[in-house]
């Protein structure tokens, strides 16, 4: 079955970086679209960034220019490299593929910004 595992997450001052990891299983990930949401406490989850099977790449407004999302095609991992982090990116960030109409999340990893 499809399985989406996130790692990375963590507890990070303002202005630092983290990298997060979501290892996929039991679907074809090489010809997936993959995607980044996140859900900050009492908000509705929220997309981050896309990457395409090629490589093509978009990302949310609030995002631009600080997160870098990216795959690994042989390893079947997607990656949010996120840098100059700010308190209102503290989230729980997940990964999201769609297959056939169905949409499949993972388990999330807690981003925390914090002094």
């Known amino acids: 079955q499809v399985q989406l595992v996130e790692s990375g997450g963590g507890l990070v001052q303002p202005g630092g970086s983290l990298r997060l990891s979501c290892a996929a299983a039991?679907?074809?990930?090489?010809?997936?679209?993959m995607n980044w949401y996140r859900q900050a406490p009492g908000k509705e989850r929220e997309y981050v960034a896309r990457i395409t099977p090629g490589g093509l790449t978009s990302y949310a407004d609030p995002v631009k220019g600080r997160f870098a999302i990216s795959r690994d095609n042989v390893k079947n991992t997607l990656y949010l490299q996120m840098n100059s982090l700010k308190p209102e990116d503290t989230a729980v960030y997940y990964c999201?593929?769609?297959?056939?109409?169905?949409?499949?999340w993972g388990q999330g990893t807690q981003v925390t910004v914090s002094s």
């Open positions: 039991g679907f074809t990930f090489r010809t997936s679209i």
């Open positions: 999201r593929v769609s297959l056939g109409g169905l949409v499949y």
